[in-house]
Structures are given as structure tokens and as C-alpha cells.
């Protein structure tokens, strides 16, 4: 065997070590760039706005599904179908609501407007005093019934502007959200 130098023999495992270390380099993935959990928001720009469908019906001029930014109120939302009739009826919902994607909201007609079947709506409730009528009561009245929120309250309300007044008040749980448990604890309570 001849005699190699030392040092040839240095150089050679160092030129091996430098290559494989390079190899290592250019054949690995770059990293992922960690993103963090919480990003505050800059006081600089203001944030991009998601865009959500809003279905708007009732006592507005152009009824109609509608997309809107995810920012954007229901007085809003109300300028953009026209603005409100002469009958709506504001006591009842909140103008300066938020919106929601594949919100629907139905601005009432005043209480002399007629139902979708020509019947006048019933202004004398049954001489039941002290009973709430599901018929006329506004999403206040409702809220103070056991188990009705705002949210149910408000479905309560365009359900009966969409398929008429509950004729008894077993019709009540054609609402969605109400069931045998919630009918059965207003039931003492209410009147159609």
C-alpha cells in the first residue's frame, strides 16, 4: 500500500463531510413558515370584510336576496331593497341589527294590513285577560315567555307574517326550534 499523507487523507474526508453537508442543504424542504395563533389587528388598516347573503322580505320596495358585506346593519340592508314602505311596521325589529350569513328577516306590515289570505287579522283577542297573543305580541312580549329568546321570538313573528296567524295554539310549534318541551311550558300562558 503506498504512503499517502496524512493531510491528503484530511482533506479528503473533509471535501466528503463538506459535500454531504451541502447535500443535506439543497435537498431539504425550507421550512414552513409557523404562523401565529392570535394576529392583532394592525390600528392602521382596517380589516377586509367577508361578503354573506341576507334574504329581505316584508315592508320593504324590492324584496329579494341580497349580498352584503358581513359588517353591514339592517338599516343598511333596508336602503339597498328601496327603503321601507309606508305600512312597515319599525316598533318590531332592531334597525341597527347585525347581519348574519343566510339571515332571513321580514320587516312586519303595520297590524291593519290584511293576512295573505284577505282575512283581517283579529285586533280583540279572546277574553282571556292576562294571556299573551301570538297573533299580535311583539318580539318583546314573546322573549318573556319560558323558553323563547330573541332569536325564536323573531321566527314566531315572520312565521306568522309568511303563513298567516296561528289559529290555535298547537300551531305555534310549526315554528322552528319549537318542540313539545317548549310548547308545552308557554302553553298556560298564550292565546292565538
Do not use: C
Not at 57 to 75: C, E, I, N, Q, T
Not at 77 to 88: P, Y
Not at 123 to 144: Q, R, V, Y
Amino acid at each position: 500500500m503506498p504512503n499517502i499523507p496524512k493531510w491528503s487523507i484530511y482533506l479528503a474526508v473533509g471535501i466528503v463531510v463538506l459535500a454531504a453537508m451541502l447535500l443535506n442543504i439543497v435537498t431539504r424542504p425550507a421550512p414552513l413558515p409557523t404562523l401565529p395563533i392570535f394576529m392583532e389587528e394592525s390600528r392602521d388598516t382596517e380589516p377586509v370584510s367577508a361578503t354573506i347573503y341576507i334574504d329581505l322580505k316584508g315592508a320593504v320596495h324590492m324584496p329579494g336576496v341580497y349580498k352584503v358585506s358581513a359588517d353591514m346593519r339592517l338599516f343598511q340592508a333596508i336602503r339597498l331593497a328601496g327603503g321601507l314602505r309606508e305600512d312597515a311596521d319599525v316598533s318590531q325589529i332592531n334597525l341597527s341589527a347585525q347581519l348574519f350569513d343566510q339571515q332571513a328577516i321580514i320587516i312586519p306590515f303595520l297590524q291593519s294590513r290584511t293576512t295573505p289570505t284577505d282575512e283581517p287579522i283579529n285586533d280583540t283577542p279572546d277574553d282571556t285577560p292576562g294571556k299573551i297573543s301570538l297573533n299580535h305580541a311583539d318580539a318583546t312580549t314573546l322573549e318573556t315567555l319560558p323558553g323563547i329568546g330573541p332569536a325564536t321570538a323573531q321566527r314566531i313573528i315572520e312565521d306568522r307574517l309568511e303563513n298567516g296567524p296561528f289559529e290555535k295554539v298547537e300551531d305555534i310549534m310549526r315554528v322552528s326550534g319549537i318542540g313539545t318541551a317548549i310548547y308545552e311550558g308557554i302553553k298556560p300562558f298564550v292565546i292565538p
